[in-house]
């Protein structure tokens, strides 16, 4: 009520004032015309047709409002077992008709991302479901213990933006107990390099950015993977969040930056991905996660 009376004391004044002076029009606008934007990074943003500097992705103009499409996935043969090749597919529809969606855009030289975490967080899986003659992606994987499993789907709708939808299957069977995770940032020892953390703040709190710097040894080697001079997925400990993220900032050298806000204040397990002579590195690093103040 206060504004409101504000407003109703304040409109006479204006229009007497307006009758005195003449109407200065506004300047002309600065960013007249399309704005393209980066799909994957919407912050990254440009007057003019291009690629995104962070990603390498098209921008796009007249971005559409995020939405979240329908994923399912059916795992056969049943029963799931252990060790037992296991046929997924996984199939796209639309959120508003629940049609089946059969065009996608290719993001980081794939259409489909696909990540598998155990609950144990010991089994870590990146890799690529084909898009078949049904217009559905497949990917055969034998799971390798019982317990409960995290898939998080990363693909691109024609027409949509970038999508990340988390599913989760069972393996019957005794389930490995749930990961206890205490702070891990020592050096790793990977395929042909040696990875290396620090962050910014030192103790990351939920909500908040942190700042992320790995550095490989040897530095020399270092190629792009993907399209990307990194990938990151962040998994907390209740595989309740899951997070896939690329560099904010890389040039090819030894030190790569990757952003990240943490949404709650658990502990998170990060593993990196980062290519050398043509050889895939896969680390990983524990972090907890405090809530501001505690």
């Known amino acids: 009520m206060r504004t409101i009376w504000g407003l109703l004391i304040l409109l ?9 002076n003449p109407v200065i029009p ?26 995104c500097a962070r990603c390498g992705m098209a921008l796009v103009a007249g971005l559409p409002d995020p939405v979240e499409y329908h994923l399912h996935l059916d795992v ?34 794939k259409l489909f991302h696909m990540f598998v975490v155990s609950q144990d967080l010991e089994v870590f899986l990146h890799n690529h479901p084909t898009l078949g003659s049904d217009k559905n992606f497949h990917y055969q994987y034998v799971f390798p213990k019982p317990g409960m499993y995290r898939i998080l789907g990363d693909f691109y709708p024609d027409g949509a933006t970038p999508q990340l939808i988390t ?8 389930a490995p107990k749930r990961a206890s995770l205490t702070r891990d940032y020592s050096p790793k020892d990977a395929e042909n390099m040696t990875v290396e953390l620090t962050t910014d703040p030192p103790q990351p709190i939920s909500g908040f950015k942190t700042q992320m710097y790995f550095r490989v040894k040897p ?9 990307a001079w990194g ?43 980062f290519q050398r002579k043509g050889v895939v590195n896969t680390a990983y690093f524990d972090i907890p996660v405090k809530a501001l103040g505690q």
């Open 26 to 51: 506004p300047l002309p606008s600065q960013n007249a015309g399309s704005v393209y934007i980066c799909p994957m990074d919407p912050d990254v943003r440009s007057n003019n047709p291009g690629t």
């Open 167 to 174: 599913k989760t299957v069972i393996v019957p069977g005794p």
């Open 219 to 227: 530095a020399d080697g270092l190629e792009k993977y993907l399209a």
């Open 12 to 20: 006479p004044i204006a229009a007497a004032v307006g009758a005195q």
């Open 76 to 109: 056969s043969p049943k029963p799931m077992k252990m060790g037992q090749p296991e046929n997924l597919t996984f199939e796209v529809h639309d959120p508003w008709k629940d049609r089946p969606v059969t065009n996608f855009q290719i993001v980081h030289e």
């Open 231 to 273: 990938h990151m997925l962040a998994a907390s400990d209740d595989l309740i969040d899951m997070i896939h993220e690329h560099p904010f900032i890389a040039d090819g050298g030894p030190q790569i930056q990757f952003n990240v806000i943490f949404p709650r204040a658990r502990a998170y397990r990060v593993w990196v991905q």
